[in-house]
């Protein structure tokens, strides 16, 4: 995903609700009341295992990030917060 592909992804849908699914024994699910919050939480809360598969819940259906596609949206929105 492209910087300018993972703005946008923000910019329409960075307000949808969205679950991230950790893949670890130990955690669950997490429900985020936004994508921005979720993406947030994950570039302050980076541990050393694998990234979560995030579903980002939109009225036209689920959308589900991963791998360098989250990286991308996760340097996205922390590039965002730092302009703001």
């Keep these: 995903m492209t910087t300018d ?9 960075g307000r ?17 009341t936004s994508l921005r919050e979720c993406l947030l939480f994950l570039a302050e809360n ?3 295992e694998p990234l979560p598969d995030v579903h980002v819940h939109t009225a036209e259906g ?6 360098p596609d989250l990286e ?10 730092a302009a703001s």
């Design 62 to 67: 689920d959308i589900a990030i991963n791998g």
């Design 16 to 32: 949808s609700e969205c679950t991230a699914q950790f893949w670890m024994s130990d955690t669950p699910a997490r429900q985020f």
């Design 72 to 81: 991308a949206l996760i340097r996205a929105a922390s590039a965002a917060r």
């Design 46 to 48: 980076r541990r050393d």
């Design 5 to 13: 592909v993972a703005f946008d992804v923000l910019k329409n849908h």
